[in-house]
């Protein structure tokens, strides 16, 4: 079955560590896409891909990064440089425009 | 910039009542909208979008969505609620071009009861 995978889908870190998020497809889309959910902010958008080998900031990009080396793959690290990392990660990947995205199930990142 | 606003936080019915979850928008040009659900501890499902046409929108699960222009609204929509509708739901909007980026509403919690 197509579809996108986050792993772990429970991961913590301790203050000063930066952790890395897996997200991995097999849709063929060419886009994807990092979102940080907290309670009543919605989604907002931390990084994004169009094509290999490039990505652009979001949002809120500060204390992250990521890389896109492959189609199928576009890992987020959490650097300690981000102060406050505990929250629920989305990864998505979308095709053509207008189609909206598929969604992973998430990864819920907790700093102890 | 674009923006989506969903007022409510919380939405409350009773089963087999109609159940309405408010969304507006602000675009400069023409919007694509969509309507995602989610459950918790997971990521969030597709319902149903408006790309051009018709202003009524049907899609999964029996929901729908009526586009209006005017009102630069996008509210989602059930003749009757299910227990098993309650979840949270985000409204969100793309604009052609710019990385077809998604920007999200806040959410709002539906709680259907018996």
């Known amino acids: 079955d197509g579809g996108i995978t986050q792993s772990p889908k429970y991961l913590f870190r301790k203050e000063g560590q930066n952790v890395t998020l897996s997200c991995e497809q097999n849709?063929?889309?060419?886009?994807m896409y990092w979102y940080r959910q907290d309670p009543g902010q919605g989604l907002r958008l931390i990084y994004y891909?169009?094509?290999?080998?490039?990505?652009q900031k979001g949002d809120i990009a500060e204390g992250y990064s990521v890389s896109r080396e492959k189609k199928e793959s576009f890992p987020l690290t959490v650097t300690s440089a981000q102060k406050n990392p505990t929250a629920f990660y989305l990864c998505a990947s979308g095709s053509r425009q207008g189609r909206g995205y598929t969604f992973g199930s998430g990864t819920r990142l907790t700093v102890v | 910039a674009q923006s989506v606003a969903q007022p409510e936080d919380q939405v409350n019915v009773a089963e087999g009542n109609p159940l309405t979850v408010k969304c507006t928008y602000s675009?400069?040009?023409?919007?694509?909208l969509f309507w995602y659900v989610q459950y918790p501890n997971r990521g969030l499902q597709f319902l149903l979008k408006y790309i051009t046409g018709d202003n009524l929108v049907k899609g999964s699960y029996g929901f729908e969505a009526e586009f209006n222009k005017s009102q630069t609204s996008f509210h989602l929509k059930k003749p009757s609620a299910l227990v098993s509708d309650s979840a949270l739901y985000f409204c969100a909007v793309m604009i052609t071009g710019g990385g077809n980026k998604l920007t999200f509403g806040t959410g709002t919690q539906l709680k259907v009861e018996l």
């Open positions: 849709l063929n889309h060419d886009a």
């Open positions: 891909s169009q094509i290999v080998n490039d990505f």
């Open positions: 675009v400069s040009g023409n919007p694509y």
